[in-house]
């Protein structure tokens, strides 16, 4: 391969991550997943894609209709496949929030208090702490539902 080519792939490449770097998303509603709890609906999760970079805001409802949150587009944009729910039990008490693996966090817990966690590709969660958490992909459950154990 000659330079010039080496030079224009590398130019095409770059632009391409350029583009999903810095894409001014357009969102548009793609679905819900249902969170079963206790064999009823505890909440739902809505998945808000941009039809320019592919790219998926989901986040936690509790009840009403899907509105578009404000923090999409500024937010926290990944794969579908990325997305999941972080199941939190500390004591009886039992909380989800929607958050995408591969990253670490500071997380909250109502008995342990603040903690590191490091949710790995695979669904992994990692606590500083040893304590157990779980974490759910949502990607099969897209219009259907997720029942948490
Ligand atoms: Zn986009
Ligand atoms: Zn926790």
């Not at 909250?108 to 992994?124: H, K």
Request: glycine share 8%; proline share 2%.
């Amino acid at each position: 391969m000659d330079f010039l080519k080496k030079y224009r792939k590398a130019k095409k490449r770059c632009a391409l991550w350029n583009f999903i770097l810095n894409c001014e998303h357009e969102i548009f509603y793609e679905g819900a997943v249902n969170v079963i709890l206790d064999g009823e609906v505890n909440g739902v999760v809505d998945i808000w894609r941009c039809r320019k970079c592919n790219k998926v805001h989901a986040d936690a409802r509790l009840v009403g209709e899907p509105k578009l949150p404000e923090n999409v587009g500024t937010g926290v944009m990944d794969d579908l496949k990325k997305w999941g729910i972080l199941v939190c039990r500390s004591q009886n008490k039992l909380e989800w929030s929607v958050l995408p693996a591969g990253k670490e966090y500071l997380h909250r817990c109502e008995v342990y208090g603040d903690e590191r966690l490091f949710i790995d590709d695979e669904g992994n969660v990692k606590c500083e702490n040893g304590h157990e958490h779980a974490f759910l992909f949502i990607e099969k459950s897209k219009n259907s539902s997720l029942v948490v154990r």
